[in-house]
């Protein structure tokens, strides 16, 4: 199956400061990436949905000013925590699709963020 | 719009015993269907996955689920479980191609010797 990778696996950062984490489709054109956070014992929550090119669609509730996703190339999405507090702290999953028909949805490994 | 509900937190079961993980769903238009898995600190693992056709679905690691419409359901089985089954599980369903994904809670399966 197609592969998509998450760097870094795991940051822990101090309060204040921004971090980069990066999605990327190893053997396959993402035409679209999702953005999702996990709490601990809790189901996926998505955060944003990315399409190459273009700017990403929100969801309800998540801020775009603070989560900053930019989807540049087909096989590249990154998402930016700006100004991290603990409360961001969290497991962030990328999940890719691409062209054809089977509606698959690959997973990255996840991203634990730590915020000191 | 969609929604998912695994009914079952948690389920514990004996090693070699049979074991159901439900879930049931709600939308206003057909979906695709989706069993997830998930190992600590790891991201997830597709189980299988219901597009169209038969309603018995086979997926990897000897699990199958069958797609239910009339009840609205699509409830993940194996027949005979093993300690390496473990972890946590997520049903999910999808409007289509590149439709974002609406995931339910998750079970957390344990499997005892």
């Known amino acids: 199956g197609a592969v998509v990778s998450q760097h870094p696996s795991r940051v822990i950062c101090k309060s204040g400061t921004s971090v980069k984490i990066e999605c990327r489709s190893l053997?396959?054109?993402?035409?679209?990436m999702f953005w999702y956070r996990q709490f601990p014992k809790q189901s996926l929550m998505l955060m944003a949905t990315s399409n190459e090119g273009s700017k990403a669609t929100y969801e309800q509730g998540v801020e775009k000013d603070k989560f900053l996703i930019n989807h540049a190339s087909l096989t590249l999405s990154t998402l930016t925590v700006t100004s991290a507090h603990p409360e961001d702290s969290s497991f962030y999953i990328c999940?890719?699709?691409?062209?054809?028909?089977?509606?698959?949805?690959?997973f990255g490994p996840g991203t634990r963020l730590t915020v000191t | 719009a969609q929604s998912v509900t695994q009914l079952d937190s948690q389920v514990p079961v004996f090693e070699e015993a049979p074991v159901e993980l439900r879930c049931n769903y709600s939308?206003?238009?057909?979906?695709?269907l989706f069993w997830y898995v998930q190992y600590p600190n790891q991201g997830l693992q597709l189980l299988l996955k219901?597009?169209?056709?038969?309603?018995l679905v086979k997926g990897i690691n000897g699990f199958e689920a069958e797609f239910n419409k009339s009840q609205t359901s699509f409830h993940l089985r194996k027949p005979s479980v093993h300690i390496s089954d473990t972890a946590e599980y997520f049903c999910a369903v999808r409007l289509g191609v590149g439709g974002k994904s609406t995931f339910g809670d998750g079970t957390t399966l344990t499997v005892k010797p």
């Open positions: 939308s206003s238009v057909s979906v695709y």
């Open positions: 053997d396959f054109q993402a035409t679209t």
């Open positions: 999940s890719a699709t691409g062209q054809g028909p089977s509606y698959e949805q690959y």
């Open positions: 219901y597009l169209s056709g038969s309603t």
